[in-house]
């Protein structure tokens, strides 16, 4: 006859072979809520991709260069008119 302690070693047993199996069906049903989340939150946000922040930076330069060129002149010009 079994005691108390053979019972519950023995559930103990059954019970630990569903556990890894509930644990990885946690888990996994963890990680595609949080993707879904952070998909969702991402999906939200006003992002551009690395090729497009790189090109708009590069008209912002040249628009930069364009301002200053116009800037010497205007006040090239200037400096002659007050000569003048």
Same mark, same amino acid.
């Given at each position: 006859m079994k005691g108390p302690q053979d019972f519950f070693s023995q559930? +103990?047993?059954?019970f630990g072979q569903f556990v890894p199996d509930m644990a990885? $069906? !946690?888990r996994e049903d963890f990680e595609a809520? $949080?993707? !879904? =989340?952070?998909m969702s939150v991402l999906s939200r946000l006003e992002l551009v991709s690395r090729e %497009?922040?790189? !090109? +708009?930076q590069a008209v912002l330069m *040249? =628009?930069?260069e364009k301002v200053e $060129?116009? %800037? *010497?002149r205007v006040e !090239?010009? %200037?400096s002659r008119l007050s000569d003048a």
């Open positions: 559930l +103990q047993g059954q990885r $069906a !946690a809520q $949080a993707r !879904a =989340t952070v %497009e922040f790189d !090109a +708009q *040249k =628009t930069r $060129a116009l %800037e *010497k !090239a010009l %200037e």
